[in-house]
């Protein structure tokens, strides 16, 4: 049985749910890979705990649920420790970094965490989109300099491993074209004007059943939707994008008639973001609001759906939907990310 | 730069354009990942040809294309020289098995080529369902004792990663349900019989566009969906399943009038391969024509489109479609393999 050592920065939607499946399943973890997870460290934006012997996953998960903060953890929690302390004075083996995306402060507190967890050796598993867009190549380049993976299929498309695919499974190939709907509330957003419902009415909804985040923007605007291409851009197609490279259209210019009259023909609408070839080579990057017919491979993402396509030279036309009923699947992706580094079992599957 | 030295067995659709696929990108390859494809030997049923130099990638499609035999390759083509003599005595990295399916004949000659690579420490890439569904366990505990890496990506549902998104991307999960559609000829039948075309016409019609095989058994009565079900659970589910475990019904017995009422109902006919909860713990598997309404995941699969749907516990459900229009994707699965156990590059993308 092998201990894997964790840091878990951020403890919101993503990590405390990361907590609850892991709290769940560690056992079975030893039993299928002979991995045993140590939660040796976690901060929220109020405090850390650290503990080399492990602090309790469902513990840390309750103290979250109850609108808490781990710096409240018995004995170890300590308030007003920030994550950056934690990272550079623990002894761990990856650092998973869960904290909000935050692009106007340079993606901060993420990205120092993750350039000090891998000068320190340490793997890093993210499914933060901030530091990947601000400083793409050069945590892969930190990565490559000190021998540690970087793992971030949670970043794009939520639980759907659109980046893995995007990343293994299409080398060899040229990708013609990428076409994504990566973004859950804009889709919802747009069904509820489709059906006649006000723009005021139908963002008040998505706030208060909790899609709609507290900066709007991000979402309604496309500047989510565009972050998500970049990393699948820059990961799959090496373009070296940067998020002012994306033409951004968001949906609140949309006519409500122009939705109820693509939903009457049998289209509905999806924030789509396409990388296309350009026309003096490279990719051409876009986001925008967009009628897709019922025959579109995403033409009938439903409200918790989102979904990717790949057309390719030698794969064919690869076409992925996910239906993500919570933020478990986007939780997991930690999970995903961290037994990819650690189990290599794709020659002796059977268990 | 590092030569990765083939052997290729199987020179019929998979193998001649696996050769294609590579002439016309091998430079690319090499620049992209550092590695060179060198096709040591080759073989096909009527001989084989070995040069440790390379054979030119092109001039073995020619050949073929011709309807030809690589027995007749220049100077090095030896009629009568058979696969397995060809395996056990070339001087290579990897067996490319790609001799056509034949469980009759005990999987034969692809069993006994794998079994011989990988005792010489060769690792085996292979899109041929034959060896895997008479020797799953086998095979993979040999590929652990020999150290050496056997990937198996074609064999289920073309150029679809299904098997790689399932064994890799789920890890972690409890998998509640797999739903696959992973037979294109018998979805393209069951259309011209709702279309009202006769049963003997439609047959005739498939063979003649080269999509239904000599055997058309293999195909109709669910032989093909039910090895590759087999496959998926095995890999997938850790099932232990054998062939004889999947409940099987093929198409030959359907109504025209059934597939023309579920035309007109809007849903159209699939022959379905299913791996669901058994009533005494374990995985119940079945292969079926079935009804899929235009909501179900698979339910608009065109001629062309296989599909497979993973329902699991913590990465929500997972539908990945493909849109295949000749046999290239599922021959450029052995270039997806191989790049596969040669390039580790997922920290290091930006190329």
Redesign the interface.
């Known amino acids: 049985m092998r201990d894997v050592r964790l840091v878990l920065v951020g403890l919101g939607n993503l990590g405390r749910r990361f907590c609850e ?1 892991v709290a769940e ?1 560690n056992d079975r ?1 030893g039993h299928r ?1 002979g991995l045993r997870l140590v939660l040796v460290g976690a901060a929220d934006s109020r405090g850390a705990a650290y503990a080399p012997g492990g602090l309790d996953f469902q513990a840390v998960a309750d103290l979250k649920a109850a609108a808490g903060t781990v710096a409240d953890y018995p004995q170890v929690g300590r308030h007003g420790w920030d994550a950056l302390a934690l990272v550079e004075s623990a002894e761990a083996d990856v650092l998973l970094e869960a904290s909000p995306v935050n692009l106007e402060q340079g993606a901060e507190p993420g990205l120092g965490c993750i350039r000090a967890a891998m000068r320190k050796g340490m793997h890093v598993v993210t499914p933060n989109k901030g530091p990947l867009v601000v400083a ?2 050069e945590l ?1 380049d930190l ?2 300099a000190n021998g ?4 971030y ?1 949670g970043t794009v498309a ?4 659109a980046l ?2 995007g ?7 040229r990708v013609a074209a990428i076409e994504a709907v990566p973004n859950l509330v804009t889709g919802y957003v747009m069904d509820m004007l489709a059906e006649g419902i006000a723009w005021q009415d139908a963002t008040a909804r998505a706030r208060s059943e909790g899609v709609l985040e507290a900066d709007a923007s991000w979402d309604l605007d496309g500047w989510d939707a565009a972050a998500k291409l970049v990393i699948l851009a ?3 197609l ?1 373009a ?1 994008a940067r998020l002012e490279d994306v033409e951004r259209t968001g949906i609140a210019g949309l006519a409500p008639a122009t939705l109820q009259a693509a939903r009457a023909a049998g289209s509905r609408y999806r924030l789509l973001a396409r990388a296309v070839p350009g026309p003096e080579g490279g990719y051409k990057l876009s986001v925008a609001p967009t009628a897709l017919d ?2 579109h ?1 995403l033409g ?1 993402l439903g409200r918790k759906q989102m979904g990717v396509v790949y057309t390719t030279d ?12 919570s933020p ?2 986007s939780a ?1 992706t930690m ?2 990310d961290l ?2 580094i650690y ?1 290599d ?7």
């Open positions: 499946v399943r973890l890979y793409f190549q892969h990565a490559k540690v993976a970087l793992r299929d939520g639980g759907l491993p893995n695919v990343c293994r499974d299409l080398r060899g190939a820059n990961a799959v090496g070296n019922s025959e491979p009938r030698i794969y064919g036309t690869i076409t992925m939907i996910i239906d993500e009923p478990i699947p997991s999970l995903r037994l990819d189990v079992d794709t020659s002796t599957l059977v268990s």
